[in-house]
């Protein structure tokens, strides 16, 4: 077995000078940037460096990028691999994922030839997505393109008699899958600690000769390459923080307080929908439409059950479609799934496309694929969204890939726009926004040369209609054309149980500091703060805390919140007793709303909170706690 | 494997005096068509990361190093050209208020400075290391030498710090154990408080006779001025005086104001580690001289852009110790070659670098790498402009330690005469002169501590075994009952220690590896070791 393992040099996102950014053009000066391996791309050399443990052969570390990122593929051959291969060409540049998924994939079909002498028997192991562009679209894509199997977020594997199974994490918990045939793609998530170079494997590196390939030494089609080949462009870029500083709103009436919390909390969400409906798009008289057709919503189940995410992304698409005078359209793919549909039509979808067949029991990428794109051939919406879910980040490249559609992943904000570039005028096309850069930045992202408008969306940022049961809404059967031999890979064995929840994905994050004093204390305080304003605002609520705590051993440092721990972009964040470092700053800052709570009235956690509440945790911690806990109960 | 880690000649520390010693090295090895091995290793993550300097260049020893480096139209020397000084001032700070210009014919010679160039050590060291790959030097960064190989009389090479050990020290799954790499000469040029080059002169006995070393410590800002500042380029303003106190200026010292680029000031103080405050915190400090008016009209408007913070090595020549053993010798800071006068010592980094080099060279052509061999490296040193100035400058801190109180007043007279003394004055360790003093309490402004040690870039993987530890914790105790406070949550530029009731905790992730707290402990229980290759500050512009 041989191994290819994709790597990126990317810029060191933990600390982006301002001058870094050209405003302007929405482009990166990459220049003023420290280049660094991508963190998640020393997974992949790890998973790679363990399977070679288990079934020996070749490892090839392959990169696209400028000349000088031959410094990641010494860096990879440090760590272990036996042959780089930097791809590099001027029309390789400005591409998007699809652009850049192509000729990463034919220079993949080319290792095969030349370096592994025709022996398809290898695996491409990469990280699950790049901290700068962050879209996890990349690797899927290759796959599509190259049509094998894919095995996302990939936590460890072992061999069985050879051949390859590796476990991955699910929404609902895990499962156990097995490529049916080779090549195969892995994309790991983290796994272990990353394997640091030795002495005398970096000095053997830098003495190594690196193969350097152009587009056309890959054969690329130069359509499909660079700016030309990208299906989606970048046309705005700005920080998230635009709106200003932040006034913190100081109120010691914990009654009042937790009320204005509240509205808040839900008016952020109203508010972002009403400003919307205010600006409603209009279509100019005059013109037409770039793109036609409904705009659907991929319906994702798992085990015979829906994902709530998807009446959230209903409830957008029927936003999007009134504006644009179309129909809500819902796709639903799976085995004796079809009884969903009255759910989905009462959630705002006018038709639902149910596909039903007896291999789509079980998710698996190749064959989902294979159905979805059929549906958007025959019927051509003009808009497919997605939850930015663990299946939805690996169905949607690949169908969009199939289709010729560009993709935004993890988009926070949908809006039709009319849109002027130069001598192009789009017209009503969807203007994509999402963080960028570990959330430094938000870009607005429009779709071109794009058969379909493709997105994935964050889940928890729409919000869903009122479901109306009366409603009516048509049916439409279609039958799969799939067969064994399109499934590419098969579960092994997979495990139902309740994911523990990662602090960066939370919905609410409760802060201790150095404020708490004591371990007794943090764990009398934070906690029962979690827990009360949790039950309060119906979310779940996570625990986390300040380099000061952890040091202090209040809490262990996967909760760690800042610099060197988790960057966190929670709707509520509460930071109490934490006197906000920059250090600890820079890792909640983007969150949504942010109370603190301090004894100091002029620590500098004031400065990026909304609300504050000066005060001794022992004292303010228990009364706001009742206060939650008797204004939760009134309701 | 095992070939790859031997190599000829082993350069410890990628900072001016090493990188300018393999340079010159590489040169006479490519000279005479020899192919020997030059390998120069970095506990920073990137080249010139934790280099630290003012940085006033006499640039003037760089003819001998890279003699068309004025021709080369890279952008690091066309901006050291343009950063020539034009005006040099130096003023006495009485009080947060007044403040005296000194007319330039008083000053002595070796305080001034126009013709020399500002630069960014960061830089320097940036560019001195592509001018040695392009050579054939091999700089390899990220890997932290923990211990010095020593084989019955002679130094064989040095062994890496591992990686990948947890926080109680067990091994992780991705453990690294520390590799061993020989070299039949290796080159010590750690910078100041260098500990491999520290258990060198202890091993080989190369410090008898001389006087302990003594440090100071900088602490240093570059500051982002608004477009039209009334700073100007081209300028270096020197200050004395302020923040010490008006009628007893104790603390031996002085700051510093340079233009370093467009609209880009460097700010720094500097003082002489044997203060008595045991609450005196040097980046504290460094805020209250920007308080001072002079000062604060000066950097008007401007915002902080970058921290860092380094000791350096004052005991001048009677503190150098002997320069070479068996298989190795001592370059730079870490020989204590700063001139004590200017507090320079970029300079003579390079020179020592290249005196060095030469001395391997010949070591090299005669296959004899003993320390008799070696010791021509000091023989050259001895006949070069950096020992000459050092020589002059035997006694100069010490007779500002002698002035105590008097400090300054008696001592800057001292000062110019001392030369003449022909007794060799003694030094005592820093840590010595700790005493219950506090600070009078003084305007607090600026920016403070922990948003400082953020601007340094400094980051540790905080996982592992903390490199910073007490040999008594008991003594932390008592210490804080001795002086009412712990001086260590005050000497140390980045906040690493911190009070909590008797104890101190530890934060080592905020550590930029200025080892001011082992000089300064009063107990001296600190224990200062090299943590993981690649962690540290990330200085670019200091």
């Given at each position: 077995m041989n191994y290819v393992v994709l790597v990126k040099q990317v810029p060191d996102i ?21 280049n660094v391996c991508n963190e998640l791309d020393k997974q992949a050399m790890a998973f790679a460096l363990g399977m070679r443990e288990e079934v020996d052969g070749k490892i090839v570390a392959l990169t696209m990028g400028?000349?000088?990122a031959t410094e990641v593929l010494r860096y990879a051959l440090s760590l272990g691999a036996d042959v780089g291969v930097l791809l ?9 994922t699809?652009?850049t998924a192509?000729p990463l994939a034919?220079a993949i079909?080319?290792i095969q030839?030349?370096l592994f002498?025709?022996?398809?028997s290898f695996v491409v192991v990469s990280g699950m997505q790049s901290v700068d562009g962050d879209t996890a679209q990349v690797p899927a894509q290759i796959a599509e393109d190259l049509?094998i199997s894919h095995a996302a977020y990939a936590t460890s594997f072992h061999f069985?008699?050879?051949?390859l199974q590796v476990r991955r994490i699910?929404?609902?918990?895990s499962?156990?899958v097995?490529p049916?045939?080779y090549p195969c793609l892995v994309t790991a998530a983290e796994w272990t600690q990353p394997p640091f170079p030795s002495?005398?494997r970096?000095?053997?590196a830098?003495?190594?000769?690196l ?154 990428p ?24 663990p299946?939805?980040r690996e169905?949607?490249p ?91 890979s ?146 | ?163 990948g ?7 992780q799954p991705n453990?690294l ?366």
């Amino acid at each position: 077995m041989n191994y290819v393992v994709l790597v990126k040099q990317v810029p060191d996102i933990k600390n982006v000078p301002r001058e870094a950014w050209d405003w302007e053009k929405g482009t990166l000066k990459r220049s003023l940037l420290d280049n660094v391996c991508n963190e998640l791309d020393k997974q992949a050399m790890a998973f790679a460096l363990g399977m070679r443990e288990e079934v020996d052969g070749k490892i090839v570390a392959l990169t696209m990028g400028p000349p000088f990122a031959t410094e990641v593929l010494r860096y990879a051959l440090s760590l272990g691999a036996d042959v780089g291969v930097l791809l590099t060409d001027r029309k390789l540049g400005g591409a998007d994922t699809a652009a850049t998924a192509y000729p990463l994939a034919r220079a993949i079909a080319k290792i095969q030839q030349e370096l592994f002498d025709g022996d398809s028997s290898f695996v491409v192991v990469s990280g699950m997505q790049s901290v700068d562009g962050d879209t996890a679209q990349v690797p899927a894509q290759i796959a599509e393109d190259l049509g094998i199997s894919h095995a996302a977020y990939a936590t460890s594997f072992h061999f069985e008699n050879g051949s390859l199974q590796v476990r991955r994490i699910t929404r609902r918990g895990s499962e156990v899958v097995a490529p049916l045939s080779y090549p195969c793609l892995v994309t790991a998530a983290e796994w272990t600690q990353p394997p640091f170079p030795s002495f005398g494997r970096t000095r053997w590196a830098q003495s190594q000769e690196l193969h350097q390939w152009s587009a056309a030494d890959i054969g690329a089609d130069e359509s499909r390459i660079g700016l030309a080949g990208s299906r989606t462009n970048v046309v705005r870029v700005f920080s998230p923080k635009e709106a200003g500083q932040k006034d913190c709103v100081f109120e010691n009436d914990l009654e009042k307080l937790v009320k204005m919390l509240k509205e808040t909390y839900e008016s952020r969400l109203v508010t972002a929908e009403k400003e919307e409906e205010k600006i409603g798009y209009r279509l100019p008289p005059g013109r037409s439409p770039d793109y036609r057709g409904d705009v659907w919503v991929y319906a994702e189940q798992e085990g015979g059950e829906l994902n709530p995410a998807c009446f959230e992304l209903l409830g957008k698409a029927t936003e999007l479609a009134a504006q644009l005078d179309e129909k809500v359209g819902a796709v639903l793919i799976g085995r004796g799934v079809g009884g969903l549909s009255s759910e989905l039509v009462a959630y705002g979808a006018d038709r639902v496309y149910v596909a039903e067949h007896d291999l789509l029991d079980d998710f698996l990428p190749t064959p989902y694929t294979l159905v979805l794109s059929g549906l958007v051939e025959e019927y051509r919406p003009q808009m497919l969204l997605f939850s930015a879910t663990p299946l939805g980040r690996e169905l949607a490249p690949r169908v969009a890939y199939r289709s010729n559609s560009g993709l935004t992943a993890d988009c926070t904000g949908l809006d039709i726009v009319d849109f002027k570039r130069g001598d192009r005028e789009l017209t009503a096309v969807l203007m994509q926004t999402r963080p960028a850069l570990g959330g430094n930045v938000m870009a607005s992202i429009v779709a071109q040369n794009s058969a379909v408008q493709m997105s994935t969306v964050r889940p928890g940022v729409m919000r869903a209609l009122e479901p109306d049961h009366a409603r009516k809404g048509e049916l439409v059967e279609y039958v799969p054309k799939i067969d064994e031999s399109d499934l590419g890979s098969t579960i092994v064995d997979s495990e139902i149980r309740p994911v523990a929840a990662e602090i960066k994905d939370a919905a609410i994050v409760v802060c201790g500091g150095g404020g708490c004093k004591t371990k007794e204390g943090f764990d009398r305080y934070i906690p029962s703060l979690a827990e009360s304003l949790g039950g309060y605002l119906g979310q779940e609520a996570m625990v986390g805390a300040s380099r000061v705590a952890v040091e202090s051993g209040f809490l262990d440092r996967s909760r760690q919140i800042g610099q060197t721990g988790q960057t966190v972009r929670p709707r509520v964040y509460v930071a109490a007793g934490v006197s906000g470092a920059v250090q600890h700053l820079s890792g909640m800052q983007n969150s949504d709303i942010i109370l603190a709570i301090n004894k100091d009235p002029n620590a500098r956690i004031f400065k990026v909170a909304d609300y504050g509440i000066v005060g001794n945790l022992e004292e303010v911690v228990p009364a706001l706690v009742r206060v939650l806990d008797s204004e939760g109960s009134d309701r | 494997m095992s070939e790859l880690k031997k190599m000829d000649v082993l350069f410890v520390g990628a900072g001016p005096a090493s990188l300018a010693g393999a340079i010159k090295l590489k040169q006479l090895l490519n000279e005479k068509g020899r192919d020997e091995s030059v390998v120069v290793i970095e506990k920073a993550d990137k080249i010139g990361q934790h280099s630290l300097s003012g940085a006033v260049f006499e640039a003037g020893v760089l003819d001998e190093l890279i003699p068309d480096w004025k021709g080369r139209q890279d952008s690091f020397v066309t901006r050291m050209l343009a950063n020539d000084v034009k005006r040099d001032e130096t003023f006495f700070l009485l009080g947060q208020r007044l403040s005296f210009k000194l007319p330039e014919a008083v000053m002595p010679a070796y305080l001034r400075h126009k013709g020399d160039h500002v630069v960014s050590v960061n830089e320097l060291a940036g560019w001195l290391a592509g001018i040695a790959e392009g050579l054939g030097v091999e700089v390899y960064t990220g890997f932290a030498a923990k211990d010095v190989v020593i084989e019955g009389d002679w130094v064989r090479g040095v062994t890496l710090g591992d990686k990948g050990l947890d926080k109680e020290g067990n091994r992780q799954p991705n453990h690294l154990p520390g590799e061993t790499l020989e070299a039949k000469v290796t080159v010590f040029g750690e910078g100041s408080l260098g500990q491999l080059a520290e258990r060198l002169v202890k091993e080989f006995d190369l410090g008898s006779g001389r006087n302990p070393q003594v440090y100071s410590v900088g602490a240093k800002e570059i500051i982002r001025l608004p477009q039209d500042n009334s700073f100007g380029l081209n300028r270096v303003v020197h200050t004395f005086g302020f923040p010490n106190r008006a009628l007893t200026p104790d603390v031996f010292g002085g700051g510093s104001l340079y233009s370093v680029g467009e609209n880009l000031v460097a700010v720094a103080i500097i003082l002489a580690l044997d203060w008595r405050y045991c609450d005196l915190s040097p980046q504290r400090e460094l805020q209250v001289f920007k308080s001072h008016s002079l000062i604060k009209r000066l950097l008007e408007g401007g915002e902080v852009t970058a921290y860092g913070a380094k000791t350096i090595p004052e005991g001048g020549y009677h503190s150098v110790p002997e320069l070479a053993t068996n298989g190795a010798v001592i370059i730079g800071d870490a020989a204590g070659l700063t001139s004590v006068r200017k507090l320079k010592g970029l300079h003579y980094a390079i020179k020592s670098g290249i005196a060095a080099a030469e001395a391997i060279m010949r070591a090299i052509e005669r296959q004899d790498f003993s320390g008799d061999a070696l010791r021509t490296y000091g023989d050259l040193l001895e006949n070069s402009f950096v020992m000459r100035d050092l020589r002059r400058a035997r006694n100069h801190r010490q007779v500002f330690a002698k002035a105590g109180r008097a400090g300054l007043y008696v001592g800057a007279p001292l000062s110019l005469v001392q030369q003449w003394v022909p007794l060799k004055l003694g030094a005592k360790q820093d840590h010595l002169g700790m005493t219950r003093a506090k600070v009078k309490k003084r305007d607090t402004g600026g920016i403070d501590r922990l948003t400082a040690v953020g601007l340094s870039g400094t980051a540790h993987r905080e996982d592992q075994p903390s490199h910073i530890t007490f040999t008594d914790p008991g003594r932390c105790a008592r210490c804080g009952h001795d002086y009412g406070c712990h001086p260590c949550t005050f000497f140390c530029p980045a906040e690493v220690y911190r009070s909590e009731g008797d104890n101190v905790i530890l934060s080592p992730s905020n550590c930029v590896h200025c080892q001011t707290c082992r000089v300064k402990c009063p107990h001296q229980v600190i224990r200062w070791e090299i943590p993981e290759g690649g962690d540290g500050p990330r200085y670019k512009t200091m």
